[in-house]
């Protein structure tokens, strides 16, 4: 499977976004600086601010740059994002000043601070409030009420009380920090350590970059917790703050934040926009990409070398960069890069070159990195669950329908299945014209409703075409979604009733026959489908109930015993046992499948004795 996490590897030729923002960083020559980057869930955001942080790591100025990573959502609901910021900032200056007298002095005041300040609860918005002459909140509110109490003029012995009170609460909560001076109220203690925050970078010659992450994925409250304590150090010189969010969601935490308020869009949008000088938008993937990132994918599974990997994708990133030129990252242009010695892997390319023109405009997928990868570990998953199944089945054919069932709507996947489950042989022949026609170019008649977009013109022109193959195994292996058994459900009691009692059989017996002759055929049909689940899930074929179960039934219903005689053509010769033979060697419709093992050189050599055995007795 694909990881869904981050990145270090540029497979998009991104590296050219993160250079640019890398040099804008180094050319601001410690001035303050401010980015966003922005985008959409899943687009690569995360994985931009690695690169820039890896753009600036290879310069040789690297060694002036303090490096701070913050996740917000980490602390969500477990601490307080703007004291957690805060903190990490100070306790990475601390840890950069070691061997500094001076700067690790003012970075151990700067973390004592801080450490008051979450102590204290102003983080949370105590001094806000008292900027404003509202009384502060939290423990620290406690101390500032009764230190009021003292200094109102008239001490009383509850004023007292509450002193101590206070002071034994603000001491046990943190023995180890640093309190302010008494003549230092909480807004002065924010003012200098901003101001010691300032020396110390100056102290140590470095500028601080600090990288913001997944603030989309956030709480409202916690967004704008951490956007908070951005401004606390914004602007001051020797730093950078390069934040990572979806700006639609930003607004929405803003609207949310300042609930009950009236805010035009105008207010919304220029909340983040005060924070950020330089906007930088992950560019969004087209064909191109699409086909290289699908096909990078594949061969990053091949086992090929991490030096080739890394020769091939700075490949692909130099094509891409002259997409414009008319330059394409094709099929041809990958397999030139692919070295002759290197794992066969030109089925999944090919699969990745006609994947990619749907994956990149059908809405449902867009062309979003995380999305491309979850597709193909779904795709992954079916295939292993076909494997350890013993299921054949065609990758290209399983992706097809994945997408459909990615992209269509449910209703049509529904139909999709349904023809599947209820038509002849698990074909949907509904699909053979439309499909002709798509891939020939011609106008499709026929496609009314939700049938008759764009994105279903597209599939059906993907190969392969669907309309003549037996699409059960595919609809089984994908069963997660929508059960092969959907349409057996739609069974008739007395039917439901008849088929739990041939999956009990140990012997064969005619004391269903009458009562399946008087059912319907379509629950004959349902019965089938049915048995055929039970019958795929089966190792060994000697005499498992599932085979006596088919027998009793196609005893009683003739017609259908072509379904279950393809099942027995195509069946793993390896599960085969000889006890099936004898059981098969009466049935006329059987005849081809035994004649197919006995050729087959997987067949077990018992199996074939006994089928030989037959032929020389003339049965």
Same mark, same amino acid.
């Given at each position: ?21 890398? *040099? ?10 401010? +980015? ?11 994985? +931009? ?5 890896? /753009? ?10 303090? #490096? ?36 690790? !002095? ?33 423990? /620290? ?91 606390? #150090? ?51 993937? !087209? ?21 080739? +990997? ?7 990133? *130099? ?74 089945? %065609? ?28 038509? %002849? ?41 669907? !309309? ?20 057996? %459900? ?32 379509? %629950? ?7 048995? +055929? ?25 003739? *017609? ?60």
């Amino acid at each position: 499977m694909w990881s869904d996490n981050d990145t270090r590897e540029d497979y998009l030729n991104f590296r050219c976004v993160a250079d640019t923002a890398a *040099e804008l960083i180094v050319q601001a020559k410690g001035a303050p600086l401010s +980015m966003g980057v922005s985008g959409g869930w899943g687009v690569g955001k995360s994985s +931009m601010l690695n690169l820039i942080s890896d /753009a600036l790591e290879e310069r040789d100025e690297h060694k002036n740059y303090i #490096f701070v990573s913050f996740n917000a959502w980490l602390y969500q609901g477990y601490d307080d994002a703007r004291a957690a910021l805060l903190e990490e900032i100070a306790t990475k200056l601390v840890q950069k000043a070691a061997g500094n007298t001076a700067a690790l !002095g003012k970075a151990k005041k700067l973390l004592g601070r801080v450490n008051w300040l979450r102590l204290a609860g102003l983080t949370a918005g105590s001094a806000a409030a008292m900027a404003v002459g509202l009384p502060p909140i939290g423990l /620290a509110g406690a101390a500032w009420s009764a230190f009021q109490g003292v200094t109102d003029g008239e001490i009383t012995t509850d004023d007292i009380q509450a002193v101590e009170k206070s002071g034994a609460n603000l001491a046990k909560a943190g023995a180890e920090t640093v309190l302010p001076e008494k003549k230092e109220s909480p807004p002065k203690q924010i003012h200098a350590l901003r101001d010691q925050f300032e020396e110390t970078l100056k102290d140590l010659g470095a500028t601080l970059v600090v990288f913001i992450d997944d603030l989309d994925r956030c709480l409202p409250a916690t967004a704008i917790s951490t956007l908070e304590a951005v401004r606390l #150090f914004l602007f001051l010189p020797q730093t950078a703050f390069i934040i990572a969010a979806d700006d639609k969601m930003i607004r929405q935490a803003v609207r949310g934040h300042f609930k009950g308020v009236e805010l035009d869009d105008d207010l919304v949008t220029n909340y983040f926009d005060k924070l950020i000088q330089v906007p930088i938008r992950v560019p969004p993937l !087209g064909t191109q990409e699409v086909r290289a990132y699908l096909m990078l994918l594949y061969l990053a599974k091949a086992g090929l070398n991490e030096e080739t +990997m890394k020769r091939i994708r700075e490949s692909v990133c *130099e094509r891409l960069s002259l997409s414009w030129s008319g330059k394409r990252v094709d099929l041809a242009f990958i397999r030139g890069l692919v070295p002759e010695d290197a794992p066969d892997v030109s089925v999944n390319l090919g699969l990745a070159d006609r994947l990619a023109p749907l994956m990149t405009t059908a809405q449902q997928i867009k062309g979003n990195p995380r999305l491309i990868k979850r597709f193909l570990n779904t795709l992954w998953i079916r295939m292993a669950v076909a494997k350890t199944q013993r299921v054949a089945v %065609d990758e290209s054919t399983l992706a097809k329908v994945l997408l459909f069932e990615r992209c269509a709507s449910e209703s049509l996947y529904q139909q999709l299945v349904s023809s599947v489950n209820d038509g %002849d042989g698990g074909r949907p022949s509904f699909l053979t014209e439309w499909e002709r026609h798509a891939r020939a170019g011609e106008p499709i008649t026929g496609l009314k409703g939700e049938w008759d977009t764009p994105f279903v013109r597209d599939w059906l022109a993907l190969e392969p075409a669907l !309309g003549e193959l037996d699409l059960r195994a595919v609809v089984y292996v994908s069963r997660e979604t929508l059960p092969v058994v959907t349409a057996a %459900d739609q069974m008739s009691t007395p039917a439901l009733e008849l088929l739990e009692g041939l999956l009990k059989l140990n012997s064969s017996t005619s004391a269903f026959t009458e009562r399946l002759q008087a059912l319907p055929g379509r %629950d004959h049909t349902f019965m089938v489908d049915r048995l +055929m689940v039970r019958a795929r899930q089966e190792q060994s074929w000697g005499k498992p109930s599932v085979l006596l179960a088919f027998l009793t039934l196609i005893d009683a219903a003739p *017609e259908m015993a072509p379904a279950f005689a393809k099942f027995l053509e195509d069946l793993d010769p390896t599960r085969l046992k000889p006890a099936i033979v004898p059981i098969l060697k009466d049935k006329e419709w059987a005849r081809k499948a035994l004649d197919v093992w006995s050729k087959n050189s997987n067949t077990p050599k018992s199996v074939k004795t006994a089928i030989k055995n037959l032929a020389e007795k003339g049965d």
